[in-house]
């Protein structure tokens, strides 16, 4: 889409606009494009749905990818690209593979193009109004049993359903989302489609999350710079937030989004015993009101341990990953996730709950063989994690043990290219079929 809040400045080149169906209704659709990275990036524009502030949220958004979703595959037509897979990325983008099943692969034109669907958080399906089907994407209501769940229209199963293959953004999620714990309510159809079922890992950008380049940072530092550059941004990262400057103490990083998902329940029940140590615990994000009231309560009741900043900032949240000695990520569940990727680029320590991406990311620290790149625990427990976080403090006051487990963490090896590799040879096999 292109949305209002994209900074793309003179780079767009308007192409062509068509009409696109919604249902009964006929939408203006405007084709624009840009060349980045010598990649070919086409945008779909209509002011209606897509000049307004932000990306999702709104009580429309079923109809506006509605129409993005029949848009796509207009403007595949009228750009005459016709692709070998088209790859649609949670429900946003799911309707396209009953949309292109139903409707499209009949004409010559379209003939033969393979759907992969990725799921990045089986928590966000898409369900609405199963009158949708009809009023909003003009497909047939009799196809609705293998587009509904729960006695409403589910994109995402749609999607699971007419895909040719299914993808997630971990080993473990993949594994975690056939059961009932973690499959809210799909794992039933996610299992039949087992055979077509692939968790590939996600990565980060190693070139922008660098901390010899990073422009948020104090001090630019590397693997072999990092006790001094790690210092000197710790330091710095202190007087900012307002915690005492001590180099001595380990500073804890929380950056996430105040939400169940992301384990504050467990970080606010403990937070009275964890200030009971030595250490110093900064706290970035926003989200649900009673955790931004809790944390920020028990800010007042220790300002010389807690910082709580209550807002997004990302040059901020580069400047904990750079300057903490630990990172904390307790989550309840976490199909991939990114932060870990970062603190262990940047020489900070993870302690993660062993679920989705974060299992299959850190490796547990062994201190007989000195090996790995963090701390896990396995149940979502708050007496467990407390554990897991004294034990990260025992193996802390250990100085070479510590730098030991830096070094690792500053070299694992988790950008785009295993990933893409990945990727390549899964649309590779599905080409073949």
């Not at 080149?13 to 009964?24: C, D, K, L, R, T």
């Not at 900070?348 to 990311?361: A, H, N, Q």
């Not at 396995?378 to 034990?391: G, L, P, R, V």
Request: aromatic share 12%; hydrophobic share 40%; with cysteine.
């Amino acid at each position: 889409p292109k949305y209002r809040d994209m900074k793309m400045g003179d780079t767009l080149e308007y192409i062509m606009a068509f009409g696109v169906n919604v249902g009964w209704r006929v939408k203006h659709c405007g084709v624009f494009k840009a060349v980045l990275d010598q990649v070919t990036f086409y945008f779909i524009d209509n002011e209606e749905y897509f000049g307004r502030a932000g990306l999702y949220g709104y009580k429309d958004d079923e109809e506006r990818f509605a129409f993005f979703d029949n848009a796509v595959l207009e403007a595949i037509g009228h750009l005459q690209l016709r692709p070998d897979i088209v790859h649609l990325h949670d429900w946003q983008t799911a309707m396209i593979a009953p949309l292109y099943k139903e409707k499209y692969w009949s004409y010559e034109y379209y003939e033969n193009f393979k759907i992969v669907f990725t799921i990045h958080n089986i928590a966000y399906q898409g369900k609405c109004d199963p009158n949708y089907l009809g009023s909003l994407f003009g497909l047939d209501q009799r196809i609705y049993p293998q587009c509904s769940n729960d006695g409403c229209l589910n994109m995402m199963k749609a999607a699971i359903v007419y895909s040719d293959i299914v993808t997630t953004v971990s080993p473990t999620y993949a594994r975690e989302i056939l059961t009932p714990e973690y499959g809210e309510g799909l794992q039933y159809i996610l299992n039949m489609r087992g055979a077509d079922l692939y968790g590939i890992l996600n990565g980060i950008d190693y070139d922008i999350n660098d901390p010899m380049k990073d422009p948020h940072i104090t001090t630019h530092f590397n693997v072999d710079t990092v006790q001094t550059g790690k210092l000197a941004n710790k330091l710095a990262l202190q007087k900012e937030v307002g915690l005492p400057v001590r180099e001595d103490v380990p500073l804890i990083g929380i950056v996430t989004r105040l939400t169940w998902q992301k384990g504050i329940d467990l970080i606010v029940n403990k937070m009275e015993e964890l200030m009971k140590r030595d250490v110093q615990v900064l706290v970035l994000g926003a989200g649900d009101r009673q955790y931004e009231e809790a944390l920020a309560a028990q800010q007042k009741y220790h300002p010389d341990q807690l910082s709580v900043q209550l807002k997004y900032d990302f040059g901020l949240s580069c400047r904990i990953y750079a300057g903490c000695d630990m990172f904390l990520m307790p989550s309840l569940f976490e199909p991939c996730g990114l932060s870990q990727m970062m603190s262990l680029r940047y020489g900070t320590i993870p302690i993660v709950r062993e679920t989705g991406g974060l299992k299959d990311s850190v490796i547990p620290y062994n201190e007989y063989e000195m090996t790995g790149t963090g701390f896990s625990f396995t149940h979502y427990q708050a007496d467990e994690m407390m554990n897991i976080i004294d034990y990260a403090l025992s193996i802390y006051a250990k100085k070479d043990h510590w730098n030991t487990l830096v070094s690792h963490a500053m070299q694992a090896k988790l950008d785009w290219e295993n990933s893409a590799e990945t990727y390549e040879s899964v649309f590779e096999e599905l080409l073949k079929k």
